[in-house]
């Protein structure tokens, strides 16, 4: 069992950190601006937690390795192994609020480039930190985030930390509050590295929490006739494999489904693999999650009608790998598929997708038009049922010499 770093060291650590904190006073907050924004509470429900390995997140110096800054309760994020941390609330911010301020404490052991933590409003970060000796803090330290933009909004406030497998990062943080007055300007602890900076969007795992962690099983369902539902949405969906605004996925219909290996519902050799599905009249979309370990090599949807008599008569399915490619492939032979483009006469491709690796898991974000004009692929419609009444629909889970797969009745929601 995973534990974190500094609960594992105990007392030597414990004496070792508590030498480098910072005493100070705890910051002013601006009333009814931040709720519970020193913590002082508990986890009372104003800010919603969410760690991957299961960790409380607002906990007490008694958890803690050293003292907060401020009172007894402070937010530890980060702190073990393919960790990923995030509490988030909704703020209103006043008209005339300039910045977000808060205290960090940054303790690592790695090196810079692996672990990150942040600040990030409305799916967006606005500050970013590399989780490495050469950030660490050596105890408290105050920060400031710029919110003109931001003021007279009800906005979503998220703090956040995801770690690697190895080499312990912890990002502490404590008495966040709303000020008015000029914006502090002070130098970085470390410059972020490309591909995570400012203005950029938070990798997957962070939502506005309405839809991601609220899914359903499909234990104890019959294998081929498991009901997924593919609610309509009005929300745009930035296709970049990540959750690109907190409100992007929070329609959709979420399940974790057994994947069971080959075509056999029988076979008791079986990969679980969650998926979010959604439709916005022209596209369905799905967002898909799978352990990095072990490495697969991509997904795929596939459906086949009207009915089976030997061969299918119909077939048209999509595939998206783990290295970013996507096909729209058709004719399903008993033994391989044929790409759209390849076909007589050639068809053309309706399949976009994005990848993306994060903590652990292979994140597909994919689409697919539900009436393209193509010969080669489905047509379909709002308001349609596919698979369950003689036609198949079904999911697949890839690997380089076999595969897991599926079976269910897709419903496409309407407005």
């Not at 990969?271 to 352990?291: C, E, F, S, V």
Request: contains cysteine; proline residues 6%; charged residues 20%.
């Amino acid at each position: 069992m995973k534990v974190r770093y500094f609960r594992a060291c105990a007392a030597c650590c414990l004496l070792l950190l508590a030498a480098l904190i910072m005493l100070g006073a705890a910051a002013d907050a601006s009333p009814g601006a931040v709720s519970n924004g020193g913590f002082e509470k508990g986890p009372d429900g104003s800010w919603e937690e969410y760690s991957l390995q299961g960790w409380p997140i607002i906990v007490t110096n008694e958890t803690l390795p050293a003292t907060a800054h401020g009172g007894t309760w402070a937010a530890w994020l980060g702190g073990d192994a393919d960790e990923q941390s995030v509490i988030s609330q909704r703020v209103t911010i006043p008209a005339g609020a300039s910045a977000l301020q808060y205290w960090n404490w940054i303790q690592s052991e790695d090196g810079c480039g692996f672990d990150v933590a942040g600040v990030v409003i409305d799916g967006v970060i606005e500050q970013v930190f590399y989780l490495c000796t050469e950030s660490n803090t050596e105890g408290w330290v105050l920060n400031e985030v710029d919110l003109s933009v931001s003021a007279g909004k009800t906005v979503l406030l998220s703090f956040f930390a995801e770690t690697d497998s190895t080499l312990n990062s912890n990002f502490f943080v404590d008495d966040v509050s709303i000020k008015e007055g000029p914006v502090a300007t002070p130098e970085p602890t470390t410059q972020p590295g490309p591909e995570l900076k400012k203005g950029a969007y938070l990798p997957v795992l962070l939502n506005d929490f309405s839809g991601l962690d609220e899914c359903r099983s499909d234990q104890g369902v019959p294998r081929d006739y498991f009901p997924i539902n593919s609610p309509f949405t009005t929300q745009p969906v930035v296709l970049d494999g990540r959750i690109s605004s907190p409100a992007e996925w929070s329609n959709a219909f979420c399940v974790d489904l057994r994947m069971h290996e080959g075509i056999d519902a029988g076979s008791t050799n079986v990969k679980m693999m969650r998926w979010w599905i959604q439709n916005d009249g022209q596209y369905i979309y799905y967002l898909a999650r799978m352990p990095q370990t072990p490495p697969a090599t991509g997904v795929a949807v596939d459906y086949f009608w009207p009915e089976y008599s030997g061969t299918w008569p119909h077939s048209d399915g999509l595939h998206a790998s783990t290295s970013g490619q996507s096909s729209d492939w058709a004719n399903w032979d008993e033994s391989q598929w044929y790409d759209d483009t390849e076909l007589s006469p050639p068809g053309s491709d309706n399949v976009d997708a994005a990848v993306v690796t994060s903590g652990g898991y292979v994140w597909f974000e994919i689409r697919k038009e539900l009436d393209s004009g193509d010969q080669w692929d489905w047509s379909v419609a709002p308001g349609d049922t596919v698979g369950g009444n003689g036609d198949s629909f079904l999911f697949a889970y890839l690997f380089e010499y076999e595969y897991y797969t599926r079976s269910a009745e897709l419903n496409l929601g309407e407005p």
